[in-house]
């Protein structure tokens, strides 16, 4: 370690020259990253240390998807040390943020529910609770996207170098995942047991990341698994060429495609992998009896793909540890909690019987044994048939895990108030009846160090000028800007930021995609994984419709705006990619329009991820947030760039609502159908989309365009849109609720004419932001569900 500039400058050029080889960059941020690791290295040691002497409760999340983004920067801030390296570094001649630019983020996830993963980990680790993450180790993250005439491609992203990984492979933690084999009853010393016999053995290796949290006190652990052969496979059922490729191909890609029958096995296999694997490690390092496991463990399951923790627990008490069925399930149901992060049936996950039944078929057993002793329960109730219906767990040959993750938990949570009130009311209606104390909600959050203190480091240096420093720590404090809010002085720092924010993204998007983008115009962000519920389709249309307005109206020339895409399509989300084709027509269209470009400019952002985010949002003035109501669970971007002031166009759905509650509706521009209202369409079928087309000449003559091919490019193009809006019956109420959108938009024109109202509208939502900070969310759980104990690090 060391304590000043100088200190670090001269160990930085000791260790380079020591090297002996050319210097470039690339040595420099080799060095840095060494050095870097070293510090962390010694937290991590200590708060292991004292997590075992004390015997302090550990909480264990769960989650096939972690996206982290860059790490070096992030750990170099929490250690207090960015600023100074940062300095150091310039006496040097080199700059630390080009330093940072070399390193390829690992795209391990792939939206929202990554991305609060990680936010988790941060916010565990500051509030130095124990909390570890375990998670896969994709060798080809989710994918790279790039545009090829428009439609995007997908290419493995190569984050895993030769060196100086963000990970440490930890080969003494290796762990073997049975898979197939015969279920058999056999003697043991102490009575009879159920094995599986000759399964086909995977091993499981866990390469471990440090999670540094703020001040740099209390490193946690997220622990990745990476499947390779195991030596216990020596003798598998196929040719052994085979078998290793099957298993390099278990943890080689996030979300394999699983339409075919193959796919769907390949994510179970990753499932299984990551619960087996991750609880062989838990139970493994539980010294004390396993009947207190739920005193000194809690185990959160991320939506319901690591689901199979329940059944797994199950086994390792019954079949490992000979625990008997009631023992072993009364002490799952104190250990694991499940958070529920959508109510879209297409992602609810189910998996036929039949699958789990060959290739885990202890864990099949098990899951019905749970199914059936529920159902015997519910029957002894008097429960009628529906309602059986309902809540069994197998039913006609399909295993729902969901339904498996709320009966194995003692507790249930959504991701903001509305969404869990509609799993009470509606989704889980039956089993939140059944369960009446297991359901709550607990609102998403976002880590302020990452999105506000990192990204925004001229905004935050602003504040804490302005404020103080007390905020980062409690960041509710926040609202102690409200009263700066109309004070003139602050209002032009702030607006002179937002202008140095485009600078830099601009200039980024320069570098990375040779984009040209105009600094004056009006910066409107819509940035989320691409799906039909979060209607980027309803955007371009809305652009479409500008454009139109533009060519025929002379009167029509609204201040200069950019509208920001960026996000990727599942691979085989066949409509969604069409979406994204039809963006990249559009923007190449009006951009090239000599008119419509003077208003208007349309940029997609290639590979959307978290690198990008960090440069998009502190840059935002409007951010898009317009799914249809009830759809999103909660929404997170929504947050990040509520706390960089930016203002939210949105519908009321998540946590939009919670966002409009704390800043005032008048400070947002709020549109659209409530979700009791889209709810009721969708229940009786009422929604017909023609009767819009009909009813309104402007979304008429669009529909028309777009049958006509003037805003697509090929025939599948315009069948996908135009099939979705018309002949499916427009499932996301696109055109039903674009003209409030549009008429939204232009009251956006309106506002922004006044640049310093629009500065106090935007402070106000900063001010009313550090209740979306992930360290009042993560404090709700550990209150409220995990109870875990801070461990003060003592620095
Ligand atoms: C999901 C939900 C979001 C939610 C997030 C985290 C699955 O993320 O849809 O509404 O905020 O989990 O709880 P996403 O769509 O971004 O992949």
């Known amino acids: 370690m060391f304590s000043s ?23 420099a941020h080799e060095t840095l990253w060494e050095m870097t690791c070293e510090w962390v290295q010694e937290s991590w040691k200590r708060t292991n240390q004292l997590y075992e002497e004390n015997h302090d409760k550990q909480l264990y999340y769960i989650s096939i998807e972690f996206l982290i983004g860059r790490v070096l920067g992030q750990n170099l801030l929490n250690l207090n040390f960015y600023n100074l390296v940062k300095e150091g570094l310039d006496e040097l001649g080199l700059e630390l943020s080009e330093i940072e630019e070399l ?29 570890h993450g375990y998670g896969l180790r994709y060798r080809s993250g989710l994918f790279t996207q790039h545009f090829v005439d428009g439609n995007q491609t997908e290419q493995p992203t190569k984050w895993i170098k030769e060196k100086n990984n963000v990970d440490i492979r930890r080969e003494d933690l290796a762990v073997d995942i049975p898979y197939y084999g015969e279920v058999q009853l056999v003697m043991g010393i102490d009575g009879m047991h159920t094995k599986v016999e000759n399964p086909e053995w995977v091993k499981a290796v866990p390469y471990d990341i440090p999670i540094v949290g703020a001040n740099g006190g209390t490193v946690n652990t997220l622990r990745l698994w990476q499947a390779e052969v195991s030596e216990r496979a020596s003798s598998v059922g196929k040719e052994y060429a085979v078998y290793e490729r099957e298993t390099a191909k278990i943890t080689d890609r996030l979300y394999p495609d699983d339409s075919l029958e193959a796919g769907k096995i390949l994510r179970l296999k990753q499932q299984y992998l990551l619960c087996s694997a991750s609880l062989q490690n838990i139970i493994s390092n539980h010294k004390s009896s396993l009947e207190k496991l739920p005193n000194s463990i809690a185990i959160q399951i991320n939506d319901t793909h690591p689901a199979l923790a329940v059944p797994e627990l199950m086994r390792i008490l019954i079949d490992d540890y000979t625990l008997d069925w009631e023992q072993a399930w009364d002490i799952t149901t104190r250990t694991i909690s499940y958070t529920n992060h959508t109510i879209l049936e297409e992602a609810m996950e189910k998996w036929g019987s039949h699958l789990i039944q060959s290739l885990l078929p202890r864990i099949y057993l098990i899951i019905e044994e749970i199914d059936r002793r529920f159902k015997e329960s519910l029957q002894n109730q008097g429960k009628d048939d529906e309602t059986l219906h309902k809540l069994s767990i197998i039913e006609d040959g399909v295993i729902k895990m969901a339904v498996l993750a709320v009966v194995g938990s003692y507790k249930v949570n959504g991701v903001a108030k509305l969404h869990t009130e509609i799993l009470k009311k509606r989704e889980m209606k039956e089993l939140n009846e059944q369960f009446p104390n297991k359901f709550h909600n607990k609102t998403n959050g976002i880590t302020h160090r990452r999105w506000l203190i990192k990204a925004n480091q001229e905004l935050s240096g602003l504040i804490t000028e302005t404020i103080g420093s007390q905020w980062m720590k409690e960041p509710e404090r926040l609202s102690e800007l409200h009263y700066f809010s109309q004070n003139q002085n602050f209002l032009q720092d702030f607006q002179e930021i937002k202008s140095l924010k485009k600078e830099q993204l601009i200039h980024h998007l320069q570098r990375d995609q040779n984009i040209i983008v105009d600094p004056s115009s009006i910066f409107d962000i819509h940035i989320k994984r691409f799906h039909g519920y979060k209607r980027q389709l309803m955007n371009i249309l809305h652009i479409q419709m500008l454009y139109d307005r533009i060519k025929r109206d002379s009167t029509y020339r609204p201040y200069p705006r950019t509208f920001f895409f960026g996000g990727k399509a599942a691979p085989s989300y066949h409509f969604a990619k069409q979406v994204i084709k039809m963006i990249n027509t559009v923007a190449n269209k009006v951009n090239n329009d000599p008119l419509a470009r003077q208003h208007l400019h349309v940029v997609f952002v290639e590979n959307y991820n978290v690198t990008h985010a960090e440069y998009l949002i502190p840059a935002a003035d409007v951010s898009e947030q317009i799914s249809t109501a009830s759809k999103e669970a909660s929404g997170t971007g929504n947050m990040k760039f509520m706390m960089n002031g930016a203002l939210t166009i949105g519908t009321f759905d998540g946590a939009n609502v919670e966002i409009f509650e704390q800043v005032g509706q008048e400070n947002a521009f709020v549109f659209g159908m409530r979700a009791e209202e889209v709810m009721d369409y969708e229940k009786n079928h009422s929604y017909d989309p023609k009767e819009i087309i009909e009813s309104d000449v402007e979304i008429k003559k669009l529909m028309e365009e777009l049958v006509k091919g003037d805003w697509t490019e090929g025939k599948a193009n315009v069948d996908f849109i135009v099939g979705q809006l018309l002949h499916e019956g427009d499932p996301y109420f696109v055109l039903k609720d674009l003209q409030s959108y549009s008429k939204e938009h232009e009251k956006i024109l309106d506002a922004y004419a006044n640049p310093i109202n629009w500065a106090e509208m935007g402070v106000k939502n900063i001010a009313a932001s550090g209740i979306f900070s992930s360290d009042r969310t993560i404090q709700q759980y550990s209150d409220d569900v995990w109870q875990l104990t801070k461990v003060p690090s003592m620095y």
């Open 5 to 27: 500039k100088e200190e670090f400058k001269k160990s930085f050029i000791n260790r380079i020259e020591a090297k002996g080889t050319e210097k470039n960059l690339e040595l």
């Open 103 to 131: 390193e390829i983020e690992p795209g391990l996830g792939n939206g929202g529910l990554g991305r609060l993963a990680a936010c988790f980990m941060d916010s565990l680790a500051s509030l130095e609770l124990p909390g």
